[in-house]
Nanobody
Framework: VQLAESGGGLVQPGGSLRLSCAAS????????MRWYRQAPGKERELVAG????????NYADSVKGRFTISRDNAKNTVYLQMNSLKPEDTAVYYC???????WGQGTQVTVSS
């Protein structure tokens, strides 16, 4: 199982970023996927999850209404669209394949003026 995140960077408050996670080594379309984040000095926290078909999603209260998780099973990729970013969204964002307890290497998101 391999997960490779991309799309992080530096953005001003109120801005947007779209993270991608390319998956390989398993039948991606069969499995739930999640995004987590970890800020400096804090525990890793669940940001969003999506079912295998994409029909069910869930979000942390802190990002509800601002972030959208989606997936393209034809491309073996899960996305996290992040809008109205706040400084408190600054963290390393990780893709997670729950069934395999497998993590990507993470991508840094920094929200700062």
């Amino acid at each position: 199982v391999q997960l490779a995140e991309s799309g992080g960077g530096l953005v001003q408050p109120g801005g947007s970023l779209r993270l991608s996670c390319a998956a390989s080594g398993f039948t991606f379309s069969n499995y739930l996927m999640r995004w987590y984040r970890q800020a400096p000095g804090k525990e890793r926290e669940l940001v969003a999850g999506i079912s295998s078909t994409g029909g069910t999603t869930n979000y942390a209260d802190s990002v509800k209404g601002r972030f959208t998780i989606s997936r393209d099973n034809a491309k073996n990729t899960v996305y996290l669209q992040m809008n109205s970013l706040k400084p408190e969204d600054t963290a390393v964002y990780y893709c997670y394949a729950w069934a395999f307890n497998s993590w990507g290497q993470g991508t840094q998101v920094t929200v700062s003026s």
